[in-house]
């Protein structure tokens, strides 16, 4: 089996989460590192047996490496990608691809001239209790949709803010808790039932101090199917609670908290039902009140993927022009709580 070779862009704190991620995997190493701080990246590279490197442009020119995961602040994930990209490379890029359309629209178009897979860090679809959950409304167990909402009720202390400069600005973090945290959830949401045509948000910055964008938003969402449904989005609510999505339909109702189903009920029972609302330990783990709880099996099998996407010249399993639709969803809401009004995404390209 080939070794597929890794570098890791960006030293923060979720870059430990992708070294982790390729170690636990088989026929994967970490060779190179680059960020922005050359001091940081020198000791992150020596913590992990890597070689720092001095530029992006350097990178690029290594015939030894095939792929890099992306963990820089949000806005600047473009800068990173389009090179590697462009030469091939794969990409790993955390979540949000990028914070701006533009920049989401030439991260795709530098994949495609490039010909490198690039995949999306969107781990949440991954999990045993979503994948449950698309089943059934891919199989019409809900029958006609009629709500269907995400709610992302997490904490984050001043300090989480304070810690790094770029961190609650609209030039590198892209928003608040809809584009940093509950991207998570506007993801899965629009994954498993498709876009809303039409949002309308209130937005505002409720318990924290230093920062330019919301700490707590509610989007309302009509589906073009005529369902409605909310998201909610805070990293205002201590303690912080499980990421929930709720999906009801006149022919029954199920709810999701982070990869466990709690609630599982449907005319016409299955012999699978049973089974599927007893699984209750989910792989999947977030950050509801602290972002050093977010595991890394999610990254795991997202690298996992990639190395063997390479391997057999496949696209990967989430790949990178289906991170789209969450950038899409979470810029149209941002406009209309700017703006004060409805806001279509098709508007938003």
């Known amino acids: 089996m080939k070794t597929v070779r890794f570098a890791i862009i960006g030293t923060g704190g979720i870059a430990a989460k992708h070294a982790q991620a390729i170690a636990a995997t088989p026929g994967a190493e970490v060779g190179w590192v680059w960020g922005f701080a050359p001091d940081q990246a020198r000791a992150f590279a020596d913590s992990i047996g890597a070689v720092p490197v001095a530029t992006v442009g350097e ?28 030469v091939g490379k794969a990409v790993l890029c955390e979540k949000p691809l990028d914070i701006s359309i533009g920049n989401v629209n030439a991260i795709l178009a530098a994949a495609e001239r490039g010909g490198g897979a690039l995949a999306a860090v969107l781990q949440l679809r991954l999990g045993v209790g979503a994948r449950a959950l698309k089943q059934a409304i891919e199989g019409g167990r809900f029958g006609k949709l009629a709500l269907c909402s995400a709610y992302l009720k997490w904490w984050r202390e001043q300090a989480y803010y304070d810690a790094v400069d770029w961190r609650g600005t609209w030039a590198l973090d892209g928003g608040g808790a809809l584009m940093n945290q509950g991207i998570h959830g506007v993801d899965l949401l629009q994954w498993l039932v498709g876009m809303p045509s039409e949002v309308f948000a209130y937005a505002g910055c409720l318990a924290h101090a230093r920062i330019e964008v919301e700490d707590t938003i509610a989007v309302a969402l009509r589906f073009p199917g005529g369902a409605t449904g909310v998201i909610e989005a805070s990293t205002a609510c201590k303690p912080g609670f499980a990421m929930r999505i709720e999906i009801c339909g006149d022919a029954g109702s199920a709810v999701l908290e982070d990869d ?27 950050g509801s009140g602290d972002p050093r709880a977010i595991g890394f099996e999610g990254h795991r099998i ?5 190395a063997d996407a390479i391997r057999n010249g496949r696209p990967p399993i989430i790949p990178g022009s289906e991170a789209k639709n969450a950038v899409v969803l979470i810029l149209a809401a941002y406009r209309a709580a700017r703006e004060g009004r409805p806001v279509s995404t098709a508007s938003i390209s």
Request: proline content about 7%.
């Open 59 to 86: 990178l690029s020119r290594i015939p030894g490496l095939d792929a890099a995961t992306i963990a820089t602040p949000s806005g600047a994930h473009a800068d990173s990608a389009i090179p590697l990209l462009e």
């Open 302 to 306: 997202l690298v996992e993927d990639l």
């Open 260 to 286: 466990s189903i709690t609630r599982w009920q449907f005319d016409g029972e299955r012999p699978e039902d049973q089974e599927i609302l007893n699984s209750k330990s989910g792989t999947i783990v977030g």
